[in-house]
């Protein structure tokens, strides 16, 4: 062993202890007669000292983040560090080995307050792992890892793994293909979920089942989603109802949180929106309950209004409590982010009610006193507070007033501080209209509808409400999740009305099909994502700080060089011919 201990348990107790110690050099500092090293490790960093005149030579070219291994011995300081946990002691080293020498100049610094370049530190991400914070997310995902395989086992889910190499099916996102050498032409795709596995896995007789499932979607990244691939927990129970799947969750995923940060942490049972509502009352379907504001609908109020600019539009309200103290810079600003690119409004109308009980500002010479009368009346406007118009189409009225909701809770600094706020989103329609105007699945299209087969025979499409849950927290869907269509006859119908045939189902779903000809238990399941989850309790804004190894936002993992081109014989082994 080149270490009898590790660099950060070192205490004043272990003064006159002969020691070995091996790490990386995080600072060197020079004073003549003395050198100072301080020697880091994933347990901390001690301080050694080089006293002796033949040790100094051979440490005099010693450079930051060579690894290097010491002996020596533990002395009590005499100018002590309190913000170290080794601060009360030094090494003195007698032996002083190099392991590996930092060659070149480094990137960027390590641990340093100055950040790099994202892309920098993704090409050198074995260099960014070394800095403390971002290599103690990489330790806590292990334990929360650990945590949930322990939790679920406690529960008595089996844990039982499923292919990577499968079909390509219709999930929502593209595929990525793999090509097969022995079968020419034809192609595996890598899972964008063990859906139909862990379906056929409760049709095999497995009362439950579990796994920490790889998932592969070819999707556009974002800051709170990987590109190409995340993990997931992804478990999956026979007999069982949308209220066990709930118990579940509330079981493990309040545990996880508590046992890894000292924020609050809601108990279950969560709250409980129904879909509709939380785009009428949030503008989303994953809304932050630490965000106390609330979006209302007030387009009854201003019929035969003659601001024109709320003609013939759904007309949705944000009164902000005490937001009448704003300054016009605040408004202007507001306004600016309405009608950016990314909000897509055509304006922001405002107003504000003051202490004295005058409107004021934005479009006050519209409000009538009628119009002041419902706002204070009806939807909660007090003196003092301001308040905030989208006129639009219902549904982009509803999207623009859930992000102008989003933004003023951040710049108002009103969300409720060091606490993980649960929900659960229920009741999601079965189906949605596509851009293109067809009738398409809005979920899972896997899910059981409420009704069963009478619904899809006599409901309206869009009427069609689906057993399908996500659970919510903080602003991010955290799970998804759905009672399962368990029923030949009603998932030829469900699909059916969607634009599929018996025959499409045959292809596209075969296995699952042919299985639920053959005593087919109800079944449930969701799938709390892993990533997210880790992102969420280690406090952090992007969920690539949280991935050992992630790429980039473009896809591209810089430090791999990966996509790249490969050679023509490796795409003649597979039948391929490109045509770019």
């Given amino acids: 062993m080149y270490r009898t201990r590790n660099l950060g348990e070192l205490r004043i107790s272990n003064v006159g202890e002969k020691v070995e110690l091996a790490g990386w050099i995080q600072k060197v500092r020079n004073l003549g007669g003395m050198m100072f090293i301080d020697l880091r490790d994933e347990d901390g960093i001690t301080q050694i000292v080089i006293s002796d005149e033949i040790l100094q030579n051979e440490a005099k070219n010693l450079v930051k983040e060579s690894c290097i291994h010491i002996e020596g011995k533990v002395v009590e300081r005499t100018s002590k560090n309190p913000k170290m946990p080794t601060g009360d002691i030094e090494v003195v080293a007698d032996k002083i080995e190099v392991l590996g020498t930092c060659k070149t100049e480094l990137p960027f610094e390590i641990n340093s307050d100055v ?43 089996p844990e039982i793994q499923t292919p990577i190499l499968a079909n390509s099916s219709p999930e929502g996102a593209r595929d990525y293909l793999v090509p097969s050498r022995l079968n020419p032409g034809e192609f595996y795709a890598l899972p964008q979920a063990p859906q139909q596995f862990k379906q056929l896995l409760m049709v095999s007789g497995f009362n439950k089942y579990f796994q920490i499932a790889p998932c592969f979607r070819d999707e556009d990244p974002r800051a709170d989603r990987a590109p190409g691939e995340f993990y997931q927990l992804d478990f999956e129970m026979a007999f069982s109802t949308q209220e066990d799947i709930f118990k579940v969750m509330e079981d493990v995923v309040p545990y996880i949180f508590k046992k890894f940060t000292n924020w609050k942490v809601d108990e279950g049972p969560f709250i409980r929106i129904p879909y509709r509502e939380a785009m009428e009352k949030y503008g989303i379907d994953k809304p932050d309950l630490r965000n106390p504001l609330i979006i209302q609908d007030v387009t009854k109020l201003f019929d035969g209004s003659e601001f024109n600019a709320f003609k013939n539009k759904t007309i949705k309200a944000i009164v902000v409590p005490n937001g009448a103290k704003e300054g016009r810079k605040f408004f202007d600003k507001m306004g600016e982010f309405a009608t950016s690119e990314e909000v897509g409004a055509k304006g922001l109308a405002w107003v504000k009610i003051e202490e004295t009980g005058e409107v004021t500002g934005g479009i006050s010479k519209f409000i009538t006193p009628e119009i002041k009368e419902g706002l204070e009346k009806d939807y909660g406007a007090e003196n003092g507070s301001s308040i905030f118009f989208i006129a639009d189409e219902f549904s982009k009225a509803q999207k623009i007033a859930g992000l102008v909701r989003i933004e003023l809770g951040k710049r108002l600094d009103l969300l409720e501080k060091d606490v993980y706020r649960f929900c659960f989103i229920v009741d999601f329609p079965m189906y949605e209209l596509s851009d293109e105007g067809k009738i398409d699945f809005s979920h899972n299209p896997f899910s059981m509808p409420q009704g069963g087969l009478d619904a899809l025979e006599n409901k309206e499409p869009l009427d069609i409400l689906a057993y399908q849950y996500d659970l919510v927290c903080n602003g991010y869907e955290m799970a998804s999740g759905a009672v399962r269509n368990h029923s030949p006859e009603i998932m030829i119908k469900a699909f059916e009305i969607a634009g599929y045939t018996e025959e499409d189902i045959k292809v596209k779903f075969g296995a699952l099909y042919n299985a639920f000809q053959y005593g087919t238990p109800p079944h449930a399941g969701a799938a709390p994502g892993i990533d997210r989850m880790v992102m969420l309790i280690a406090d952090s804004q992007n969920i690539r700080e949280v991935i050992a190894f992630p790429k980039n936002k473009r896809a591209r993992d810089l430090l791999m060089r990966a996509p790249s081109k490969v050679s023509d014989e490796q795409l003649k082994d597979v039948h391929i011919k490109l045509d770019l």
């Fill in 115 to 157: 950040e790099a370049r994202e892309d920098l530190r993704l090409e050198y991400r074995f260099l960014d792992l070394r800095n403390e914070k971002l290599h103690n997310n990489i330790l806590l995902r292990s334990k929360i890892l650990k945590a949930i395989r322990d939790k679920m086992e406690e529960l008595g889910f």
